[in-house]
């Protein structure tokens, strides 16, 4: 299993910019396709963006689409998520989680505890 700790969480003014972090630790992270959730109060948690197991292809939820980037980096065991021109709608906490890409994102049951987002308007 792979154990996943998410960073880069805070406070920023709409229209900024976060940069967001998942250290992984444990074997065989190079064999994960990784992920990115979000779960904002009172609201279900809704897929954010993917990344296959090489970061060969990435796929991106409707609402973050041309704003938000997935990549990664596996020399340090690490998955980042860029997230430009945020909104305040972009407010929840951002979970990290190690799955299955393949066409589409297969969630796995390895999840960092999240790191909290607050945009202010």
């Known amino acids: 299993q792979v154990q996943l700790v998410e960073s880069g969480g805070g406070l920023v003014q709409a229209g900024g910019s976060l940069r967001l972090s998942c250290a992984a630790s444990g074997r065989g992270f190079n064999s994960y396709g990784m992920g990115w959730f979000r779960q904002a109060p009172g609201k279900e948690r809704e897929f954010v963006a993917a990344?296959?197991?090489?970061?060969?292809?990435?796929y991106y939820g409707d609402s973050v689409k041309g704003r938000f980037t997935i990549s990664r980096d596996n020399a340090k065991n690490t998955v980042y998520l860029q997230m430009d021109s945020l909104k305040p709608e972009d407010t929840a906490v951002y979970y990290c989680?190690?799955?299955?890409?393949?066409?589409?994102?297969?969630?796995?049951?390895?999840w960092g505890l999240g790191t909290r987002v607050t945009v202010s308007s």
């Open positions: 989680n190690a799955g299955l890409y393949s066409g589409t994102y297969y969630p796995g049951a390895s």
């Open positions: 990344i296959t197991w090489n970061g060969a292809s990435t």
